[in-house]
């Protein structure tokens, strides 16, 4: 008995050699047809013996390659076409797009034995790549995903990469980046004034990174900054050239091995930094590691990936181990990836140039994650899962979430999937604006999608609403910690109501005052607000974020009055003026915005510690405060009270007054942080448990989500005692819990709010 059927699959299957595999599972079965990229997926007629069609289409979603990613696969009878062969035909590119963009990948294994096989003439190739690794979506000009639209389409193919190329049945049947010496990409070392310096380049790039210089290097989405990770000096070289005085600096490790011995690393740490995404992953590092002190200064963690590409794979060896690798974009600033624009910007900071001819079109970040609880927890979803979508049962097509002002991500939405963009940064300069508005378009255009919903954070001052004005759709705001909740919600698959708790740094709240510490109930149609932190002045607005002993100050005041001040000037003598100018601006309620916030909290408790009184990047303050303590321990909460007025709200004042006994009477300065931590895990426990009593019905799940939830202690102990209260309690594992995840949120919202104005 005869049979023909017309297959279509959807998902991750362009650019990850999906028609070779279909051709070979064919061959295998002798059935006929034909196999086609088109801007659906991949479309499939085959046609033959019944038990053979079956057994083929059985065979397809179980042995897909490793790289795809299946998300339907539609199988329909079809009329008997009498084909003489299978083959696979030229991609059809019309009609609209509902293909999901291929992402960049670490070099396989079976590409890095060809490198490293001195009779292979791929040996010590630094752009070889196959079907199953190597450059994807930063080397896309347009869709479908072919050769001639893509940055490699400058490079003719030999006549023996094109042997390759089209040979159905070998590994690089269809790599569209498919390269050779004789025909692909080259690499050169240049010094700052633009001079090549002779000789190999990655050898010589080598030695002088040995030798403590800074090197620019090339990647697969920007340029980093390199130098040796064991050379104090050549790392604060870099921190001085950079302005870069404390942030923490990611390291490469030539191997599992080096890895192991630099940190404590655990098997599902093990398993995220060999994955094909080859993410950075934040582990604790070892005590007296060879790793300079300046590369993560006052931090027991260090943020550490393997070499991701085979330029990576030949820089690093037994002489040269580990390696400082940081985006080498100014503080602000985008990626840069523009080969010009390297020179200009980073000629006094970079000794020399590793660069290549092939042109990066789309700039990406490293991915950077932990682990938390067993589970990945993204700080930055960039590299190796952007644009890879996330489904939904909501209908969330022509609706577009633009995010949030700080750590930007915009969303897309199209039918029943959500695109996030690439990490763009933060929304204060013009040349991230600009950067935004350059990847929304070319997203925007691939997924065919014209938005006609945008939404945008509640905060009138954030540069989203000025970038949704310019295009006609309708405006939806969305308030900052109720999108926070959603995108966790959205994530954990909870359409019922829920309570979400929100631990985070800034976001506009519906009363104007700023929000930051939130008990929410609700969905995403609505919320209401259950309870929350005090409200307490921040002299000097924004200027806290930076300037955290200014929050002290205010906290002190409102808590203590005139013995507060007093202390505040005790304990900044320096800024003892200062102090007295703020208490002047808070008392006329001049520039001192209300805030209760988690972020800023963290912020005041680590400057009366000295532990930062000053950040020199975003979060430092609580970062470093959160460094100090021991999260295999349970500590002793401090005092507090929990107070019903319009909601519940968190009274700190008893909180302070025991935090300076403690430090009066001397008591260290790790001990006096871990009490901290567990105060804010007992008060928002407190604030849910008076909730619960005063809404018996109110189901009991309960998202966390804020940047604040980065904090592994925090997280950790929430988890516990919500546990023994009874709920379920969910976290982020797909989207950053930080304003990186916020556009999820958002998107959700609008497409509910929509869907009741439908009703």
């Known amino acids: 008995m005869q049979k023909a059927v017309n297959i279509t699959v959807k998902g ?59 998300d339907e696969m539609i199988v329909t009878a079809a009329q008997w076409q009498a084909c003489n062969d299978f083959s696979i035909i030229p991609s059809e590119r019309t009609g609209s797009s509902s293909l999901v963009i291929p992402i960049d990948t670490a070099v396989c294994n079976d590409c890095l034995r060809e490198m490293y096989d001195p009779n292979d003439h791929r040996y010590r190739y630094p752009f070889i790549n196959c079907t199953q690794c190597g450059p994807r979506y930063t080397i896309i000009e347009q869709l479908p995903y072919d050769r001639p639209f893509t940055s490699m389409y400058s490079f003719p193919m030999c006549k023996r990469c094109n042997e390759e190329y089209n040979d159905p049945m070998n590994r690089r049947h269809h790599a569209q980046p498919i390269a050779c010496p004789a025909c692909g990409p080259s690499i050169m070392l240049r010094n700052r004034d633009g001079k090549m310096v002779q000789g190999d380049a990655i050898e010589q790039a080598r030695a002088y990174i040995q030798a403590g210089a800074i090197v620019a290097i090339k990647g697969l989405g920007g340029y980093h900054l390199a130098c040796d990770a064991t050379n104090e000096r050549a790392v604060q070289q870099l921190r001085m050239r950079k302005q870069r005085p404390n942030r923490p600096l ?30 950075i992953v934040v582990v604790k590092q070892r005590k007296n590691t060879m790793i300079a002190s300046l590369v993560a200064p006052g931090l027991q963690t260090v943020g550490v990936m393997l070499p991701y590409t085979p330029l990576h794979h030949l820089l690093l060896d037994d002489q040269l181990p580990v390696i400082v690798m940081t985006s080498a974009n100014r503080s602000g600033a985008p990626i840069i990836y523009e080969d010009e624009r390297a020179f200009c910007d980073l000629q006094n900071i970079a000794d020399y140039f590793l660069v290549h001819n092939r042109p990066i079109v789309h700039p990406l970040d490293d991915s950077v994650v932990q682990i938390e609880n067993g589970n990945t927890h993204f700080i930055r979803r960039a590299r190796g899962f952007v644009p890879d979508p996330l489904w939904t049962k909501q209908d969330v097509h022509e609706i577009v979430a633009l995010g949030g002002q700080q750590k930007n991500v915009f969303a897309f939405g199209r039918h029943q999937q959500i695109f996030l963009g690439p990490h763009i940064g933060d929304l204060e300069h013009v040349e991230v604006i600009e950067h935004f508005e350059r990847e929304y378009e070319h997203l925007r255009t691939w997924m065919g999608v014209t938005p006609k919903i945008i939404a945008v954070d509640l905060h009138p001052n954030y540069e989203t609403w000025n970038i949704a004005k310019q295009w006609d759709a309708d405006i939806v705001a969305v308030q900052h910690h109720h999108a926070h909740m959603v995108s966790c919600m959205e994530e954990n698959h909870i359409s019922t109501s829920c309570f979400g708790l929100i631990l985070d740094g800034t976001g506009y709240g519906e009363d104007g005052h700023i929000w930051g510490f939130e008990l929410l109930y609700g969905n995403a149609l609505q919320y209401e607000r259950i309870g929350h932190l005090t409200y307490t002045p921040l002299p000097g607005g924004e200027r806290c974020a930076k300037e955290p002993w200014r929050t002290t100050v205010g906290m002190l005041g409102y808590y203590l009055g005139e013995e507060g001040y007093a202390l505040a000037q005790q304990r900044f003598i320096e800024r003892a003026r200062d102090v007295d100018v703020l208490r002047q601006m808070i008392e006329k309620g001049l520039h001192s915005p209300l805030a209760g916030t988690c972020g800023r909290l963290f912020d005041a408790v680590s400057a009366f510690l000295y532990v930062c009184t000053h950040s020199t990047y975003d979060g430092e303050a609580a970062i470093r405060l959160s460094e100090l303590i021991d999260d295999t321990k349970i500590y002793e909460a401090y005092p507090f009270n929990v107070e019903r007025r319009e909601t519940w709200e968190i009274d700190l004042k008893e909180m302070w007054r025991a935090i300076i006994r403690d430090v009066d009477d001397g008591v260290q300065t790790n001990t006096v942080a871990g009490r901290f931590h567990e105060t804010v895990v007992q008060a928002s426990v407190e604030m849910v448990r008076l909730a619960l009593q005063q809404h018996p019905t109110y189901e009991r799940n309960i998202v966390l989500s804020g940047g604040s939830m980065h904090n592994r202690y925090i997280v950790k102990r929430l988890r516990q005692e919500f546990s023994q209260l ?22 959700m919202i609008a497409a509910h709010r929509r869907g009741q104005a439908c009703v």
């Open 726 to 747: 009874g709920f379920n309690v969910y976290t982020h594992q797909k989207v950053p819990c930080n304003d990186g995840g916020l556009a999820l949120g958002q998107l």
């Open 250 to 279: 990611a390291v490469m490790a030539a191997s599992v091995d080096i890895v192991e011995q630099l940190c404590d690393v655990t098997e599902e740490e093990k398993q995220l930094l060999t994955s094909p995404e080859a993410p």
């Open 12 to 70: 991750r299957v362009q650019g990850v050699g999906f028609r070779p595999f279909i051709f070979a599972l064919a061959k295998r079965y002798n059935v006929k047809g034909i196999v086609q990229n088109n801007m659906d997926g991949v479309f499939i007629h085959i046609e033959g013996d019944a038990y053979a069609v079956d057994q083929f289409i059985h065979s397809l979603p179980v042995e897909a390659p490793r790289l795809s990613c299946i």
